[in-house]
Every structure is written in C-alpha cells, then in structure tokens.
T-cell receptor
Framework: NAGVTQTPKFQVLKTGQSMTLQCAQD?????MYWYRQDPGMGLRLIYY???????DKGEVPNGYNVSRLNKREFSLRLESAAPSQTSVYFC?????????????FGPGTRLLVL | RKEVEQDPGPFNVPEGATVAFNCTYS??????FFWYRQDCRKEPKLLMS???SGNEDGRFTAQLNRASQYISLLIRDSKLSDSATYLC????????????FGTGTLLAVQP
C-alpha cells in the first residue's frame, strides 16, 4: 500500500498561472482533505470531501477549487496563482467522517508562486 | 484567541530527559484529541489519540482535562529520534471530522 500519494512534489509558478495538485489514496477511504501549512500558522483546511460526490469548504477556500474525481482521487486547482498561495499543501484521507477517525497524510507539495 | 494553542518551543533537552508539552483548546464541543508528530519537511503522522482517562504508549503518555480544555504529552527517556515537531490536534466539533491543528512544539533532543 502506498497510502496517500501527491503529485507534484515541488512546483514553481508565476503569478496568474494555473495548476492542479493531484492526490490519490489506496486505503479505500471515504473522506479526503486538502490542507495548507504556513510558518507559524499550523495546518489549515482548504476543502474537504466527506464522501465521493460531495465537497465542502474549509477554513481557507478562497482562490481554490477541488474535484473529487472518484473515491480514490481528490484534486486541488489554483486557477490564478498568487504569491500568498506559496505554501506546503498536504492531502489527507480518513475512513469515514467520524470524529474519532485518524487522518493519514500524503508527503506534501511544495509550491512557490513568484 | 487561536482555537488550539501550543508553546512553539524549541525545547532543547538532553538524551534521557523527560519533557512535557501542553496544549489548550477553545471549543468545548470538541470530542476527539490527538498528538501528531511531524519531522522536518515531512507530513504529519499520528502519534497517539488522547482519551479522558489518559493513555500511555511506551515512553509517551497523553492526558486530557476536559474541564480545563487542556491536553498534555509527556515523553520519558528522550531519544535523539524523538526530535520533531509535535502537533496538538482537536476535532472542530460537530459531526464531521474537521481537525484543528496547533502550530506545533519543536523538540530537539541533544546527545
């Protein structure tokens, strides 16, 4: 089992460019999440998908869109990148959206927007 | 006020020392509590869940005080490999599993 995988690992964008961050999990989990991590801020939830076919906004959704392509895959899209979106992005998954469920994280994507 | 607050550290301790981290949370509706560990430039990984009765996993002991909205992690006999950032994490309340992360406490164990 690979767990949660993310591509790319690193990306440099110019302001205004668009890109899609890919995430896939092979644990048959129902719920998937996108976070960003910035120095001194902790991880903040961008969007989540409690189950296939549903998506909801998290704490910091502005400037992002998501697609739950199927049960395995959950992508995050930046339509017009801004320097404020420079961050480390983590995807996570959990079995079902119960409050006791552990979330498992991917290795992250480091994004620099110039 | 942050929803989850931790002392950022760093905590510099010698090998073999006992070290304690504390965390407070603001949402009294939170139902689940965790400690995650994050190594430098890596993803967070679950260290242990925290239960009201307190729980222990080897050298690690976690405690929860719901009345004071306070969570602690005790590491005994510190190893060099314990050097990492420790994240206090609580459920945001409500039915869905939306986790709120503290900013983390950096531990550096010195030889």
């Amino acid at each position: 089992n690979a767990g949660v995988t993310q591509t790319p690992k690193f990306q440099v964008l110019k302001t205004g460019q668009s890109m899609t961050l890919q995430c896939a999990q092979d644990m048959n989990h129902n719920s998937m999440y996108w976070y960003r991590q910035d120095p001194g801020m902790g991880l903040r939830l961008i969007y989540y998908s409690a189950s296939e076919g549903t998506t909801d906004k998290g704490e910091v959704p502005n400037g992002y869109n998501v697609s739950r392509l199927n049960k395995r895959e959950f992508s995050l899209r930046l339509e017009s990148a801004a320097p404020s979106q420079t961050s480390v992005y983590f995807c996570a998954s959990s079995d079902i959206p119960r409050v006791q469920e552990t979330q498992y994280f991917g290795p992250g994507t480091r994004l620099l927007v110039l | 006020r942050k929803e989850v607050e931790q002392d950022p550290g760093p905590f510099n301790v010698p090998e073999g020392a006992t070290v304690a981290f504390n965390c407070t949370y603001s949402n009294s509706a939170s139902q689940s509590f965790f400690w995650y560990r994050q190594d430098c430039r890596k993803e967070p990984k679950l260290l242990m869940s925290v239960y009201s009765s307190g729980n222990e996993d080897g050298r690690f002991t976690a405690q929860l005080n719901r009345a004071s909205q306070y969570i602690s992690l005790l590491i005994r006999d510190s190893k060099l490999s314990d050097s990492a950032t420790y994240l206090c994490v609580v459920n945001g309340g409500g039915a869905t599993n939306k986790l709120i992360f503290g900013t983390g406490t950096l531990l550096a164990v010195q030889p």
